[in-house]
């Protein structure tokens, strides 16, 4: 075997096997799914600390 046609069967088989792991990995499901990306922890404590300082106030 010469030379270049070992490197015509080391590509070949690189080329195979990117093109199952590509396949593969098209099959799988997204690792990250975001649901709720509005979420503001900020804005839920401060309706609670509002509605606390509101009772507060009003005694």
């Known amino acids: 075997m010469t030379t270049r046609q070992s490197f ?4 070949a088989i690189a080329a195979a096997l990117m ?12 690792d990250v799914v975001l649901t709720d990306v509005s979420c503001d922890p900020t804005r ?8 606390a300082l509101g009772k507060a106030a009003a005694r």
């Open 8 to 11: 015509l069967l080391a590509f």
């Open 19 to 30: 093109s199952t792991i590509v396949a593969v990995r098209a099959q799988m499901p997204a």
């Open 44 to 51: 839920e404590f401060s309706k609670g600390l509002d509605a």
